[in-house]
């Protein structure tokens, strides 16, 4: 598996990587086109095509925060799903200790993410935890907030979530 950080909407593969995000996460949950744009430039943030040789798979988008990574979005093409893709990209990235967000698992398929994630390594963080909005107008999402290898610290979510207000989300609209 080939991973291929894009830093401009210029790259070959921005157009498909852009037309999976799309498809993947609700409009509320995704950032705008300008700010994705802008975000592209910043050290922090990696926006990673994920190939198969040279067939694109999906992506994983995702900011370093000190020792962590913080997965904002990470996507599987709908068909090439069920081949195990998405154990094998949080393997190759668990150098690194990870953080990423999920609904809360009230239904079905809440509920199999939830167990997907807990299968590769990841725990439930006990903190009451509001994603802010992507689109002006809206509000934050309530989410749940996990973490691998191990639960956050205190200290630590709070470094996550003040990243998260202060940096990630700025100029989101």
């Given at each position: 598996m080939?991973?291929?950080?894009?830093t401009?909407?210029n790259?070959?593969l921005?157009?498909e990587?852009?037309n999976l995000y799309?498809?993947?996460?609700?409009?509320?949950?995704?950032?705008?086109?300008?700010?994705?744009?802008?975000?592209?430039?910043?050290?922090?943030?990696h926006?990673?095509?994920?190939?198969d040789?040279?067939?694109?798979i999906g992506?994983?988008?995702?900011w370093?925060?000190?020792?962590?990574?913080?997965?904002?979005?990470?996507?599987?093409l709908p068909?090439?799903?069920?081949?195990?893709?998405?154990q094998?990209?949080l393997?190759?990235?668990?150098?690194?200790?990870?953080?990423?967000?999920?609904?809360?698992p009230?239904?079905?398929i809440?509920?199999?993410?939830?167990?997907?994630?807990?299968r590769?390594?990841?725990v439930?963080n006990p903190?009451s935890?509001?994603?802010p909005?992507?689109h002006?107008g809206?509000?934050?999402?309530?989410?749940?907030v996990?973490?691998?290898?191990?639960?956050l610290t205190?200290?630590?979510?709070r470094t996550?979530?003040?990243?998260?207000q202060?940096?990630?989300?700025?100029?989101?609209?």
């Amino acid at each position: 598996m080939r991973f291929e950080r894009i830093t401009t909407s210029n790259h070959p593969l921005y157009d498909e990587a852009i037309n999976l995000y799309k498809i993947s996460f609700p409009t509320y949950e995704q950032r705008e086109e300008a700010s994705q744009t802008k975000i592209l430039q910043n050290s922090d943030y990696h926006f990673v095509a994920l190939c198969d040789e040279d067939e694109f798979i999906g992506e994983i988008l995702y900011w370093k925060i000190g020792k962590f990574l913080y997965v904002e979005h990470f996507c599987i093409l709908p068909t090439m799903r069920n081949r195990q893709y998405g154990q094998k990209v949080l393997e190759t990235l668990q150098d690194t200790p990870l953080i990423l967000e999920i609904d809360p698992p009230v239904d079905s398929i809440s509920q199999r993410r939830k167990g997907f994630y807990e299968r590769c390594g990841f725990v439930e963080n006990p903190y009451s935890h509001v994603h802010p909005p992507y689109h002006r107008g809206n509000s934050g999402h309530e989410l749940v907030v996990m973490s691998s290898p191990e639960m956050l610290t205190s200290d630590e979510y709070r470094t996550f979530n003040d990243y998260l207000q202060d940096v990630i989300m700025e100029n989101a609209y």
